[in-house]
């Protein structure tokens, strides 16, 4: 609604994981380096946690677009299933035809696949979202899957990205066979005040602004103290403070518009 008005050529603070939009914070860019160096070094499992909203799936995505075509990727969104399913869906993901097929069975496919995979000069990499929802059974069943390996590599490089309870389980005792094999870990921190300034304004960038709109400093200052720096958080209230901007029309985004934009939000209107 409020894109022609500011000259915008898209939203800029859409809540899907765009990789285009990713904003590199010295901590953004450090949990980036950390993936790829993982998935290329082949270090078997890692682990990337996080607070909701913080970026951890955009920096998936667009660690994802660095690898060229010597990498086959599958990507677990939501791994509330059970164990057989779980396993199932992985295969699905390589696209494995194994519809109708035990655990066992697809299992064996799953290594067939992977030292294929290895003849072809491919390394093959699994990317379970959400991880923190994996049970103390199926985080078992991932720990099996790496199991696959020759003399020299692993078969398969596994990242668990989730939400900060990942990290505190895979603390408890029960589970230490994985955590042990986790050899690259990163935990991404919300944006300081500073940061989110250059997230707003790299965002706005991006999407065609060019000096207009913009936030002053009060108003960063309350959209920090909101969100705590969480840039899906951000994203939100700023989406709605561009539109409150858009009804009162202008492009100074005040301290009194993200007011009026968190009671929206937050339903007190």
């Keep these: 609604m409020y894109q022609e008005f500011f000259h915008l050529t898209e939203a800029p603070f859409d809540i899907t994981p765009n990789p285009r939009f990713l904003f590199y914070s010295a901590k953004h860019r450090e949990a980036f380096n950390h993936l790829l160096y993982g998935i290329r070094e082949r270090k078997g499992f890692v682990q990337l946690t996080g607070e909701v909203g913080a970026g ?26 059970s164990a057989d399913e779980l396993i199932r869906a992985i ?6 035809p194994v519809t109708g097929l035990d655990r066992l069975t697809t299992m ?29 059974d199926l985080l078992e069943q991932v720990r099996l899957l790496s ?8 078969l398969l490089q596994i990242v668990l990205m989730g939400q900060p309870e ?22 991404l921190l919300p944006l300081s005040r500073e940061e989110m300034a250059k997230y707003i304004t790299h965002r706005l960038h991006v999407s065609g602004g060019n000096g207009k709109p ?9 959209v920090h103290r909101y969100s705590g720096g969480i ?20 492009g100074r985004i005040s301290y009194k518009l993200v007011g009026c934009a968190i009671r929206e939000l937050e339903g007190n209107i």
């Design 214 to 222: 913009y936030f002053t400093k009060p108003a960063l200052w309350r």
């Design 231 to 250: 840039p899906r958080l951000v994203n939100a209230l700023c989406d709605k403070a561009l539109l409150a901007g858009f009804v009162n029309e202008t």
């Design 91 to 96: 295969a699905l993901e390589f696209g494995l």
């Design 56 to 81: 951890k799936t955009t920096l998936c995505r667009a660690a994802l677009e660095q690898l060229d075509q010597h990498y086959t990727t599958a990507l677990i969104l939501n791994p509330m299933m």
């Design 108 to 136: 064996g496919v799953i290594n067939q696949f992977l030292l294929q995979q290895v003849e072809r000069g491919k390394d093959t990499v699994l990317i379970i979202d959400e991880a923190q929802d994996l049970t103390d």
């Design 166 to 187: 990942l990290r505190d389980r895979l603390n408890q005792h029960k589970l230490r066979q994985l955590r042990q094999r986790i050899t690259v870990r990163f935990h």
């Design 147 to 154: 199991n696959f390996e020759t003399d020299n590599r692993k």
